[in-house]
């Protein structure tokens, strides 16, 4: 349970948070360090990232949030979001996601920092994030579907099939739930069985062009988060949502 490295040329990172992988602030760091070590690892060609149980990601640990008195678990739910999605960006080898059942919130924010994304037929993808009063994740959402589609989605909290993914080409295959873990695992392979040297400059030059920074354009979200929670409303929210 938990965050599970299984090493190799081809890495997996596997999160398995019962009962719906929403995960703690411990969490999310454990997570950080895991793909920030994996990635170090010189023998390590690619990374799969995935998850076991009932979907992919369902963002931060509400209930954490809402027994922790003042603004802690908050800041630290913030800081540990961060530091998750920075280091699939920041991992020094491609990361691939293989993302089945549900993909919400946080889950987007590393989807969409991914280099690529495999999906299952039955994995959807949506920022709940407005019905939490909450924002963040729109710079990583905007990273795998159209500008005005994505704030249709932050405004109304609607999801999108991975097949609708798939027609926009931010998510390379579309397989049953069973073949998953082996469709993920056969495009990392192609990747590592690349010169890694070359695979790294490529994970950094491709990086360094990118037009949006995403650790920044998410910061500043986040500011947002944190302004709406000083108002009440992200309180109010989430205390409507465990109702």
Request: charge should be positive; charged fraction near 20%; include cysteine.
């Given at each position: 349970m938990g965050i599970t490295v299984r090493g190799g040329p081809v890495a997996e990172v596997v999160v398995e948070v019962p009962p719906v992988n929403a995960l703690a602030v411990r969490d999310w760091h454990d997570l950080a360090d895991a793909l920030t070590g994996t990635?170090?690892?010189?023998?390590?060609?690619?990374?799969?990232?995935?998850?076991?149980?009932?979907?992919?990601?369902a963002g931060v640990d509400i209930k954490e949030m809402q027994r922790t008195d003042?603004?802690?678990?908050?800041v630290?739910?913030?800081?540990?979001?961060?530091?998750?999605?920075?280091?699939?960006?920041?991992?020094q080898v491609p990361v691939i996601a293989a993302v089945h059942g549900f993909c919400l919130g946080g889950g987007v924010g590393l989807a969409g920092n991914a280099d690529i994304v495999v999906a299952s037929d039955d994995a959807y993808f949506g920022l709940p994030e407005v019905d939490r009063g909450a924002l963040g994740a729109a710079t990583h959402l905007a990273r795998l579907v159209p500008q005005h589609l994505m704030r249709a989605m932050v405004y109304t909290c609607r999801?999108?099939?991975a097949r609708e993914l798939h027609a926009f080409g931010s998510?390379?295959?579309?397989t049953t739930a069973d073949k998953l873990r082996e469709t993920a695992l056969e495009?990392?392979?192609?990747?590592?069985?690349?010169?890694?040297?070359?695979?790294?400059?490529?994970?950094?030059?491709?990086?360094?062009i990118d037009p949006v920074d995403v650790k920044r354009s998410y910061r500043f979200e986040q500011g947002f988060t944190f302004e709406l929670n000083l108002l009440g409303a992200g309180d109010e929210h989430r205390e409507r949502f465990l109702r």
């Open positions: 990635g170090a690892d010189p023998a390590t060609r690619a990374v799969v990232l995935r998850a076991e149980g009932r979907g992919f990601n003042g603004h802690a678990a908050l630290g739910a913030n800081r540990g979001c961060f530091a998750a999605f920075a280091a699939v960006y920041d991992c999801n999108v099939t998510v390379l295959e579309v495009v990392a392979g192609r990747i590592a069985g690349k010169d890694p040297h070359v695979i790294r400059r490529a994970k950094e030059s491709l990086n360094g």
